[in-house]
């Protein structure tokens, strides 16, 4: 019998025991929620899962104040709810998180975990919300969720990454210019927090060259645009630095000095090349390598993996008609017959 396996039975003669306390069935929940995480096999997890919650909810049908037991019945609920096929019982199973997580900020409205986790599931129902109006409530109290978290813990990068998410997606439904540009301003910001939080932040500094990203594709500012491509590489390059084997960091990395030099009209920077490469040996696509080949002018190369990421689909032809990347092969013969005949 393992460490965890024994812990557990320790736990279940514990409750057997005396039925009546709280704190040996949080503990039973607790060892059955570690025990499911090592799990290889689907319907095991789900098993032990489904008495994680169960064992959650007598805790707190015995002592309802204790914020920490409301917290983790919630992220265990949540994780049910993942693995829940029936979108009616996943909805059901996602509001009773929700609740958890409400319940948990009220005993402890210092609890930064809580009220991130509380964000989180917001988040969620905005997602899922037809309704713009509904939607947008559900962002405001999500954004309000991961402020107060930030509060609790200014030093935790996760809600201010999170809140600048959010606000990404505010910044989208915006149909006032000059709100959708404050959003966005706050976006970046909250990116910039992340990261300054934790430099080794993964996600934050991705979110914010793919919001750089678009920012560039977006102005019709041609210096504007060559500013934003810079700011992208360098946090494309703060990705690159938090985590060397993240192939999508690579990728944006390939692909935003590829766009910086178009923008600028620069040489290609060799740089391009090499993050490409590397990004294709983590298993990204090959496009962007197809790009810097034919910005350096190894145009044979270049030609041959256009071939492989038209077999892949990698890339859509239509897409391709349009890419700056190739402007300088637009009338090749070569080019063209890929881009009319593309392979299967």
């Known amino acids: 019998m393992s460490p965890r396996d024994e812990e557990i039975e320790e736990y279940r003669r514990a409750v057997e025991e005396d039925p009546q306390d709280p704190d040996a069935w949080v503990m039973l929940a607790y ?8 799990q290889t096999d689907f319907h095991r997890e789900l098993e032990l899962r489904q008495e994680e919650v169960s064992a959650y909810r007598k805790a707190l049908s015995l002592d309802s104040g204790d914020p920490v037991a409301w917290t983790n019945f919630g992220l265990t609920v949540d994780e049910l709810a993942e693995q829940e096929p029936d979108p009616i019982r996943q909805r059901q199973l996602q509001d009773e998180a929700t609740d958890a997580y409400r319940r948990a900020v009220e005993l402890d409205p210092s609890d930064a975990e809580a009220w991130t986790s509380l964000g989180f599931s917001l988040g969620m129902k905005a997602d899922e919300a037809s309704d713009p109006e509904l939607q947008r409530r559900f962002r405001e109290q999500e954004m309000d969720a991961y402020r107060r978290a930030i509060d609790a813990d200014p030093a935790d990068p996760t809600p201010w990454n999170n809140l600048a998410a959010c606000l990404g997606e505010m910044a989208d439904q915006e149909t006032e ?11 970046i910001a909250g990116y910039q927090n992340a990261v300054a939080a934790d430099p080794g932040f993964l996600r934050a500094w991705r979110g914010m060259a793919f919001t750089f990203a678009r920012m560039a594709e977006e102005s019709d500012d041609p210096v504007e645009s060559e500013r934003l491509w810079e700011r992208t590489v360098e946090a494309s390059r703060g990705a690159t630095a938090a985590d060397p084997e993240d192939g999508q960091s ?8 590829l766009s910086r030099a178009h923008t600028a009209g620069d040489e290609p920077d060799p740089e391009a090349l090499a993050a490409a490469q590397r990004a294709a040996e983590l298993g990204e696509d090959r496009y962007n390598l197809a790009c810097a080949l034919a910005a350096i002018g190894q145009i044979q190369d270049a030609l041959r993996e256009l071939e492989g990421c038209l077999e892949r689909d990698e890339v859509d032809p ?8 190739w402007e300088a092969l637009r009338d090749d013969p070569r080019f063209q017959a890929l881009l009319k005949s593309p392979p299967n």
């Open 177 to 187: 210019p000059e709100l959708a540009r404050d959003f966005r301003e706050q976006e």
């Open 318 to 325: 239509e897409y391709l008609a349009e890419d700056p990347d």
């Open 31 to 38: 060892h059955l929620g570690e025990k499911a995480r090592e």
């Open 250 to 257: 690579w990728y944006l990395l390939a692909a935003s000095l």
